[in-house]
């Protein structure tokens, strides 16, 4: 697979997608939005991926949409930005729903749509020096990238206001402090957590990973009861397939379990 801002592995189990723009902030242009549809679409259909790093070169994850290339764009603009952000929501919906979890490692800014990105992802490990801004507003623009679906579910409407009126740039404790990341890293160890993470995962019941993401992205639209019963058809699904066997016996065995994937 030839890339252009992408870097993208997999070993083990381990897909490893790379933002590999550094010189221009990793800023999301359209080439990277079709490259990120095209990788994300291979982990997805991929059943020996069990597990996602997304991570970025350089000194920041990604200052978000590239405005100076939109800059230019003229009375094209309006065409640019509909193209752009078809490619990149397509990309971060396969994201949110793919079967293996994934984790963002994020170092220096995640701004705009790279905060958006990060947002859409599973699990956030943020090096202590992260900072996370909108500052879609700040520009005259609007959200886009998930921002206004995610946010909302993960801070409440009210905070999620706040951050897209008012764009405060959050540190790294501050984001965690709010739910927005899981864990805070030293800066130096960030890779190698991130890593270890992402083997932990790869490890697991991969399916009951996917059938509970499932069950999360459709908590918000079910009634109580409609919810209990994706429950029941999801824990009898998965206790039926060779992971959830395993797991149960493991339990019962006082033992580790072994799973497949």
Known sequence: ???NTLKFQINDGIARITLSRPDDANAINLTMAQELLQTIITC?????????LLDAEGRLFSAGGDLGHLAKAGDTL???????TATLHAAISHLARMRAPVIASVQGAAAGAGFSLACACDLV????????????????????????YFLPRLLGRRKALEMMLLNPVLTAEEARQLGLVNRVINDDN????SLNLAAKLGAGPTNAYAATKRLLLASSQETLESQMALEASAIAEIAADSDGQEGIAAFL?????????
């Open 253 to 261: 065995e006082k033992r580790q379990p072994h799973f497949q994937g």
């Open 125 to 148: 490990l943020a090096a202590k020096s992260a900072k996370f801004t909108l500052a879609y507003t700040k520009a005259g623009l609007v959200p886009d990238g998930s921002s206004t």
């Open 44 to 52: 997805d259909v991929d059943r020996n991926v069990r597990a996602v």
């Open 1 to 3: 697979m030839h890339l």
């Open 190 to 193: 960030l890779r190698a957590e």
């Open 78 to 84: 309006p065409a640019i930005l509909k193209e752009l």
